[in-house]
C-alpha cells in the first residue's frame, strides 16, 4: 500500500499558518505538525492500533486513534469528511492484511 497523507484544513483552530497533516503506510500512522521553531511528530505501529473514533462536526471531522500499547492517542482536527473516513478505511485494511498474513510482525 502507497503512503496517503491527509491535510487539516487551515480553516480550523490551530491550523492557520501550519497544518497538521496525518500520514497513513501499510506500517504505521504518522501525525505531523509544525509550529514556529519545532515540528511535532507522532507515530503509532498500524498492529498496535486499538481503535479509530471519528467525530463529525457540520464541515470538519475530528480524529481519534488509539493504541493498544497504553501509549497516548493520536488526535488531530480539522479534516474533511471523506478524509476521515479514507484514513479509517486504510487503517482497517492495513490491520485486515496483518491478520491474513501470519508473523508479519
Not at 71 to 93: C, M, T, Y
Amino acid at each position: 500500500m502507497p503512503l496517503e497523507t491527509f491535510k487539516a484544513s487551515r480553516w480550523t483552530k490551530g491550523n492557520l499558518f501550519f497544518p497538521t497533516y496525518i500520514e497513513v503506510s501499510d506500517k504505521s500512522v504518522t501525525r505531523r505538525k509544525r509550529t514556529l521553531f519545532s515540528q511535532d511528530e507522532e507515530s503509532m505501529s498500524i498492529t498496535k492500533v486499538a481503535s479509530v473514533h471519528i467525530r463529525t462536526g457540520l464541515i470538519w471531522s475530528d480524529i481519534l486513534i488509539e493504541s493498544s500499547g497504553g501509549s497516548d492517542p493520536i488526535r488531530s482536527h480539522g479534516h474533511s469528511k471523506a478524509d476521515a473516513q479514507r484514513i479509517k478505511e486504510l487503517i482497517e485494511n492495513a490491520q485486515a492484511e496483518y491478520a491474513r498474513k501470519p508473523g508479519m510482525e
